[in-house]
């Protein structure tokens, strides 16, 4: 599958890459001029300096990246983001510092991941009664103690 993608003129040198073979996303980096530094608990939205022309029934997910979320508590706060097929505006990835030290990244630092998915259009039916099942009602840490 092709997608399309327009590089703006603060955007990355090179068109965004599978870092591996096995690689589920496409890594995003910080389309940014100088270095922001945001404080735990605080977020930001960084730009990536680019758009995308999505297929309709598809959308592109933004995740985060394990390591910077690991090593310093850096995630992205609507995990996953959406990117709707018919958005056509540049990329921005919201991040948010979970840490407990303030966090610099620096221009095209690796922000986050953007893995694209295949959307399933349902119809919703109105019903009073739904079928029974043994969890029923039963919510959150209803099926176990973790």
């Known amino acids: 599958m092709e ?6 003129k603060h955007g990355p040198e090179h068109i965004p890459k599978y870092a591996t073979e ?3 996303g496409i890594d995003i980096q910080a389309a940014i001029n100088k270095p922001i ?3 735990p608990r605080e977020r930001v ?6 758009k995308v022309e999505i297929p309709i029934n598809y959308e ?8 910077l979320a690991i090593k310093h508590g850096i995630s992205v706060l609507n995990s996953p ?4 097929s018919d958005y056509r505006g540049e990329v921005g990835v919201i991040l948010i510092n979970h840490g407990d ?5 620096n221009p095209f630092d690796k922000i986050a991941q953007m893995v694209v998915t295949k959307i399933l259009k349902v119809n919703l039916v109105r019903e009073d009664n739904l079928s029974e099942t043994k ?6 840490g209803s099926t176990g103690e973790s």
């Open 22 to 24: 096995g690689s589920a």
């Open 37 to 39: 530094i945001f404080k």
């Open 60 to 67: 592109i997910q933004i995740r985060p990246r394990s390591g």
């Open 81 to 84: 983001g959406t990117i709707d």
């Open 3 to 8: 997608i399309k993608i327009t590089i703006l």
């Open 45 to 50: 939205l960084i730009p990536t300096g680019f």
């Open 101 to 105: 030290t303030s966090f610099k990244i």
């Open 135 to 140: 969890r029923g009602s039963g919510g959150f």
